[in-house]
């Protein structure tokens, strides 16, 4: 069983940054690939950002490409994701996820349903 704690969100105003770190525990924290998705008001969730469990490989969403940065520390047993130029649009409740057992494919790390396990979410408001 593995738990994911987030962190890091808050009140930013547009053009601002912020960093979101998720740690794990209970895992081999290598073994499982991490995504980051996010769920605004009134909105499905959405994919944002993934990262294979070396670390090797990520794939960032492209409505946020070039903005965010997702990376890991298997050393800290902690994945993030830099937040950088953001928008009004990018306000949402921010959720890490781990997957294992799985090759790092877009099919399946872009699936909220493929990850087993889900932290609380982190608020992050954009004001304009």
């Known amino acids: 069983q593995v738990q994911l704690v987030e962190s890091g969100g808050g009140l930013v105003h547009t053009g601002g940054s912020l960093r979101l770190s998720c740690a794990a525990s209970?895992?081999?924290?290598?073994?499982?690939?991490m995504g980051w998705f996010r769920r605004a008001p009134g909105k499905e969730r959405d994919f944002v950002a993934a990262i294979s469990g070396s670390g090797g490989t990520s794939y960032v969403a492209s409505s946020v490409r070039g903005r965010f940065t997702i990376s890991r520390d298997n050393a800290k047993n902690t994945v993030y994701l830099q937040m950088n130029s953001l928008k009004p649009e990018d306000t949402a409740v921010y959720y890490c996820?781990?997957?294992?057992?799985?090759?790092?494919?877009?099919?399946?790390?872009?699936?909220?349903?493929?990850?087993?396990?889900w932290g609380q979410g982190t608020q992050v408001t954009i004001s304009s």
């Open positions: 209970g895992g081999t924290f290598s073994n499982y690939h």
């Open positions: 996820a781990a997957m294992s057992g799985t090759p790092f494919l877009y099919s399946y790390y872009s699936s909220g349903a493929r990850y087993a396990y």
